[in-house]
Nanobody, 125 residues
């Protein structure tokens, strides 16, 4: 059964940090690249970071470069997103998903299974 479970969100002040986790409990995507997406109210869901199975050449959206770090522990089937220097515009529901990664465009979600429940991140000013 495909199941991605996100956790680690919460309420944090501007400049604070959070670490999100995504567990692939079904071990479905153990060899896939994985990405973190976010969706703010009234806006599209967009990818903010992605990482290959090997951990090399991660992708970051311009809006989070230098502040967010994606990593993974394949032995634990877990992908992390360390978020530092948080801003109010980072407020969103964060989701993880398997992705295709490209050399010259943003990663795209692998069309397999449903989204997880996501985890809410709220940054207060």
């Amino acid at each position: 059964q495909v199941q991605l479970v996100e956790s680690g969100g919460g309420l944090v002040q501007v400049g604070g940090s959070l670490r999100l986790s995504c567990v692939d409990s079904g071990r479905t995507f153990v060899t896939y690249s994985m990405g973190w997406f976010r969706q703010a109210p009234g806006k599209e869901r967009n990818v903010v970071a992605a990482i290959r199975w090997s951990g090399g050449s991660p992708y970051y959206a311009d809006s989070v470069k230098g502040r967010f770090t994606i990593s993974r522990d394949n032995a634990k089937n877990t992908v992390y997103l360390q978020m530092n220097s948080l801003k109010p515009e980072d407020t969103a529901v964060y989701y993880c998903a398997p992705v295709y990664m490209y050399s010259n465009m943003s990663p795209s979600r692998v069309p397999y299974g449903d989204w997880g429940q996501g985890t809410q991140v709220t940054v207060s000013s």
